[in-house]
């Protein structure tokens, strides 16, 4: 299993079942931070509060190992 790098990706593509899409579209409105690789789920404490077992989906810590992911793969690639 992948480690996360906080790229952002995931959130940005379509909100988990905890998430909400931004005004009709398809980012989640409880992402937070300002570039990737400092991204996080402003949601985080509530989700493990209600689940702790937490740990599909959302998937945290987990990381998106998809190759369809560039931006985790420059993230990755940058930190050699």
Known sequence: MSSCVRSGYCC?????????????GVACRFLVGDTPG???CGRY???ME????QMV???FGAG?????NPVRLRLVA???
Not at 50 to 53: I, N, Q
Not at 64 to 68: G, N, R, V
Request: with cysteine.
């Open 78 to 80: 940058d930190r050699g």
């Open 50 to 53: 209600l689940d702790p077992g």
């Open 12 to 24: 940005q593509t379509a909100p988990c079942p905890w998430g909400v899409s931004v005004d009709g």
């Open 64 to 68: 998106c190992c998809s190759s369809l």
């Open 45 to 47: 404490d509530e989700i």
């Open 57 to 59: 989906s959302p998937a």
């Open 38 to 40: 400092g991204y996080s």
